[in-house]
């Protein structure tokens, strides 16, 4: 079965979504259950009730899109990724795979509409999902939406999960009743955190999520598609420093306990140990600092920083990590600063469903297109889903390989090729 997306209309619904954002100019800012996260969530629901779709909205936000294109009752086939983005990121990452998934759909639609027929050709029904809360912006935490989905959260992290102003996921969300009444249906406001959260995967066959590279291999080795086999896991964890505040004109070098210095030691000691990894396939990055009391005439009495580890073996991160963290501690030590390293969070590394990479591996090569089997080093919702049904992830080339940041483009060609790819996908799945 063949059917052809409208490409033009996938290329404008990515143009309007790529002015909700609250750094107009510097690159897409969308945080979840924000100002633009609203408009976003309008622009598509009011897109999927056109074509006759019913919407279920969970507790945590994440959105389940069903139109009812196959056999009732029966198994399903799921696309979709997530609409948020990271502070001045780009304007594909997650909302990409949205609109592919909204674009197969309405050609679906469209399809059905014309030969009803088609409806008793399909083994299995279309669905799409919008993730909330992927890129850790709000919580430091990636994926959180599809955690909930999957049961790695659960009813008491709603309290756990704390933005910068010290705010829970359970408050903002909780804060979302006191929108006005246009924007409050896009969410679900009257759910309970409480009790079981994840969602029923049980009758869905095949999860595909369709996503920017952001690396550079595809674009750098001149092939159009990416097939992902295994995606990274990561492990992250806050470092805090406490050395002594004082004057920054009156006191000695010699009588300091600066945290900042001993702050940048610290975060050259990560670059060079991943760099030390003899494969060369260890990540490690610190992304996020504060300092305290942040000013240019106080010596800084205490920082706190992350420290992110990646790789495709969990026994790798947790060596690397490890051996990071006790070098911290040792630098501390020697500086006089004191140190307390936390946990923060983690997934592990997963490889994608077999079956669906064969498959997808026979379709590109029968089609001429020049694709690759690659690695992830960016996590995706789809780690979650992979743990509960049978999963796949289609790359497109990320030009220069740039993403979470407003550079990051792709050529439109690719866009449209990517979105037909998963569409022939999804309809190998459905048949
Ligand atoms: C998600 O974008 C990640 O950090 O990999
Ligand atoms: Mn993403
Ligand atoms: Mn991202």
Redesign the pocket.
Known sequence: MDMKIDGDRLLKTLDTLKTYTDTPGAGVTRFSYGRQDVRARKYILERVKAAGCSVCIDPVQNIRISPSFGPAGGKSVMAGSHID??RN?GWL??IYGVCGALEVMETLSEAVAKDPSLKDRFTANYEMVIFAE??GSLFGSCMTGSKFISGIYDEKDPDLLKNDEGLSMRQILEGLKDLPEEDRQVYDTGGSLAGDLTWDLASVRTMIELHIE?GPVLDREGLSLGIVDSIFGMRVVEVEFSGVGNHAGATPMRERRDALTAAASAILLVEDMAKSDGEHRSVATCGKIEVFPGCSNVIPEKVRFTVEVRDRDEKKIDDLMDRIIDRIHALAQERHISCVVTEHSRSSPLHLSRRVITSMETRAREAGIPFKVMDSG?VHDACMIARHCDTGMIFVPSIDGR??VPQEDTHPRDLIAGAQFLMDTILAEMS
Do not use: L, T
Request: aromatic share 0%; no cysteine.
């Open positions: 983005s990271v990121g990452d997650g992927e890129e952001q960016a993403s979470h």
